[in-house]
């Protein structure tokens, strides 16, 4: 069991490790750059010298014109937020659960090939496990082996304890994908809250369409996260998804976080490119560059 486990973590790291180096993880350096400068020490002032920068209290004290000098400052903290709940583990040959251990190898791996701390925290309606921020390879494969290889207690879903939690753990501004099926309704005022200190962005995972032959029946189906049971038409079903994108399309919108839609076998490569495009694009249209 043990070597089957080692093997599924092997090959996930495999599969996602040349796209990382040769295309997502420029991409991610594009999109997200640091918060700029941070202080390094001060110098005696040289002609040429921007004045903007001169430490007028170091030149009042010295009697000698100082400036301060910075650095730029790239180390970001990148946080993975992972919904682990009995609905993100539910369909055929735990193909949900593939789909989001490959898309959360893939952004870590890119934000440890930027240097950057990266960070995980498995929920369910409890915090069932938190990797604290840090760099390098050991570090990303033990991100990976959690996702790939972790069994949750508890089966609800609970946004309020989980983004609470993370608020008290993030000190700095950090990068943050929220990694979920949002089937509930206790997130917006969280991640409206989140997103005016952080750069939030939600990865919601979709269910394919159901087949339009099947989509015409009654069938008794059970809540993965309560248990219950109800008679359920799929064709209905079918429609109520839909209205559910939509609706979290506005309510990200509205919360000011950047969503990626993604269903489950998508191509995980092709579709965190074309979310990395679409928002650089969009922060070159907002600035003018």
Known sequence: MLDELDQRLNLLELKCRRPVEHLLAGEYRSVFRGRGIEFEDVRAYQPGDDVRTMDWKVTARTGTPHIKRYIEEREQFFYLIVDVSASMRHGSNSQKSQTV?????????????????????????????????AKGRRHAMRIMDELVNFQPKNTGTNFAHALGRFAHIARKHSVVFVVSDFFT????????????????????????PLETAAASSLVRMEDAETGQQRVIDLRAQQNSGSTHSEKLQREMLESGVNLLNLEVGDDCVEALAGFFYQRQHRTVDETGG
């Open 101 to 133: 251990s490959e898309v959360c190898a893939l952004l870590a791996m890119a934000a440890i090939k930027n240097q950057d701390r990266v960070g995980l925290i498995l929920f369910s309606d409890e915090i069932e496990q938190i990797v604290p921020a």
């Open 185 to 208: 309704d206790d997130y917006t005022r969280e991640l409206q809250n989140l997103a005016c200190r952080h750069d939030v962005n939600a990865i919601h995972i979709a269910q394919q």
